[in-house]
DNA sequence: GCCGTTTTCGGCCCGACTGTTTTCAGTCG
């Protein structure tokens, strides 16, 4: 059973965590986060890097070292340093550190002093009152502890973009009043557009003293002010959500929302090329000594930097800052270069639109082409199409597309992939379609090997245009299914089979890392709304975002192109 | 533990807020 890559990206985090608060050098524990890090946005798996003879100590933030012990890890599935950790340090320590106020430190303290190894521990501590007799500690303290103890979860709660985003409007239009002539901005991980968001980060600029987090703490929405200060301000929502709130003067405006967009492994690889010339980069700016050389915008901090301007979604620290040294940052793939959508369902299966409702929708956002792709007849709660509608329907779509105007509607279906890799309609009808997008409903617990050969096995059918959500993966409700994404990937190459990045903002599946690996193999992809109503249809930009994520260029991407290539592109 | 068009050793991002303190360590982002 092969060591997967988010495991041995755990155990660096384990042991990242451990070292911490053991007390060790700090810079060795954030070698360990980093090449955590670096591991998780691996495209393809250790085992197999290894095993195709590559330099593991190449990639970054891994050096001989590490690539030992990852060498190690593989071939024992232990990693001797973190399992002789758990030995000094026994108990939940990780679980202990995960309270918020509570960091390496007094985590060691309150194992040192008072030999608290598990929140029960913890708990028994902090109700005698022994906690706040210790060095540090407090009254105040003791009761954040007993508090944070009675809640349920401690484990990091993260929000889908969507969601966040319903959050992020309301909460400006709420602020936008007391900015006045100043600027604001939602930063952090919600700029940069990943798939789910931890916290909000807003960036506003105005005088410190300014009332704007005084606004924030009196928002109707507010369950608790964690931190309120002049400069930052932070409290949650009572959705759980997280809010930062940063004020900086109007000069510092650029470099404040840089600082506050991060990624933080972003930060400070540009703070590392500041240090290289003698310069500060702080969230004030861009300073050789006490001189500000740059801070109002984010464009003239990277120009002085000697680097292209990164666009948000790339700031990950996954190569970008090296590529934007050397003019080689790609040209992100834009919403307006969508010319179609080649995923939507109608009345017909699930959807609660018909074909010509959908059609019209589609021509009010200017494309040029929808394919209607309803359920196949195993999605019987979809209530899934036989051959006999399915070819009523390609019918249909003939007759109604005579009446439309500058926009052309593709005969497609979504279907089924069966248990075994066949299709779930026979090829003579298969081939009277112009778009085939199939995917898998039902059965995700095969095993990977049985998984990905079920979807290989799919794509040897000629007519098979795309893979529809190839991981089948639902944010915070469904795992992915097994499936060897690297073999997927190559399979499709060799097929010309395009993959899907599907738009709904449940799924954004293919992810961003799956989408960078594919464009990697050159395999082209389809971003698609899987729409099932008129007003999905917008669901596009999220696909946008996810496959900007990935470093797709319209090139890469098939419904950025006309009706006449699309159609060329996808025969196979 | 990583990394190097000055370096194979000596650096490694930087500041705000809180609580416990009498000037700052720890935590957090």
Avoid at 131 to 143: A, Y
Avoid at 210 to 221: G, K, M
Avoid at 223 to 247: C, F, K, N, Y
């Amino acid at each position: 059973m092969p060591v997967h890559n988010a495991e041995i990206a755990a155990m660096f985090d384990q042991t990242a965590e451990l070292l911490e608060i053991e007390g060790a050098n700090p810079f060795r524990v954030r070698a360990y986060r980093k090449a955590a890090r670096t591991i998780e946005a691996l495209p393809k798996s250790l085992t197999s890097l290894l095993a195709a003879g590559e330099d593991l100590s190449k990639l970054p933030g891994i050096g001989k070292d590490l690539a030992a012990k990852i060498a190690g890890i593989l071939a024992s599935g232990k990693f001797e340093v973190l399992q002789s950790l758990k030995r000094e340090l026994p108990g939940e320590l990780g679980d202990i550190a995960a309270i918020p106020g509570l960091g390496p430190k007094r985590v060691k303290i309150l194992y040192d002093r008072l030999h608290i190894r598990t929140l029960e521990d913890l708990r028994r501590a902090a109700r005698a009152g022994r906690i706040r007799e210790l060095k540090g500690f407090g009254e105040k303290s003791e009761q954040r502890i007993l508090v944070a103890l009675g809640k349920p979860i401690l484990t990091e709660k993260r929000f889908k973009l969507s969601v966040a985003e319903a959050e992020a409007e309301a909460l400006i239009k709420y602020v936008k009043p007391f900015v006045g002539r100043g600027q604001i901005a939602v930063a952090g991980s919600y700029r940069r557009r990943r798939e789910t968001v931890g916290d909000l980060d807003i960036v506003v600029t105005g005088r410190k003293t300014s009332t704007i987090s005084d606004r924030l703490v009196d928002y109707e929405n507010v369950s608790e002010v964690v931190a309120h200060g002049p400069a930052r301000t932070t409290v949650i929502l009572r959705s759980g959500l997280q809010v930062d709130l940063r004020v900086v003067p109007a000069q510092s405006y650029g470099s404040g929302l840089m600082y506050f967009t991060g990624s933080k492994a972003h930060n400070i690889a540009l703070r590392g090329l500041a240090n290289d010339r003698g310069w500060k980069l702080n969230e004030y700016g861009l300073f050789d000594g006490k001189r500000r050389i740059a801070g109002a915008s984010e464009a003239e901090i990277y120009k002085k930097l000697g680097l292209a301007y990164v666009p948000p979604e790339l700031r990950e620290d996954r190569g970008e800052v090296a590529r934007a040294r050397a003019r080689q940052l790609p040209h992100l793939v834009q919403l307006g270069d969508i010319r179609g959508d080649l995923h939507a369902h109608t009345t017909w299966s699930d959807g609660t639109a018909t074909i010509a409702e959908m059609a019209a929708a589609a021509k009010e956002r200017g494309y040029e082409y929808l394919a209607i792709t309803d359920h196949s007849k195993h999605v019987t709660i979809a209530h899934g199409l036989d051959s006999a509608r399915l070819a009523r329907q390609i019918d249909e779509i003939e007759r109604v597309n005579e009446t439309l105007d500058g926009l052309t509607l593709l005969k497609g279906s979504e279907v089924d992939i069966l248990a075994d890799g066949r299709l779930d309609f026979p090829d003579r009808l298969l081939s009277r379609l112009d778009v085939v997008v199939a995917s898998v409903h039902y059965k995700f617990d095969l095993s990977r090997e049985a998984q990905t050969e079920r979807i290989v096995r799919a794509m040897d059918n000629p007519h098979v245009t795309i893979i529809g959500h190839p991981t089948g993966r639902l944010i915070g409700a469904r795992e992915p299914y097994e499936v060897d994404m690297e073999r997927l990937i190559a399979a499709a190459k060799k097929r010309n089979c395009c993959l899907e990045i599907n738009a709904e903002p449940d799924r954004l599946d293919l992810n961003d890392i799956h989408a960078q690996a594919a464009k990697g193999a050159g395999v082209k992809l389809a971003i698609s709304t899987d729409a099932h109503a008129t007003h999905a249809l917008a669901y596009m930009r999220f696909g946008i975002d996810q496959a900007r994520r990935g470093w797709l260029e319209a090139d890469d991407v098939i419904n950025t192109r006309s009706l006449a290539k699309l159609k060329k592109s996808i025969k196979r």
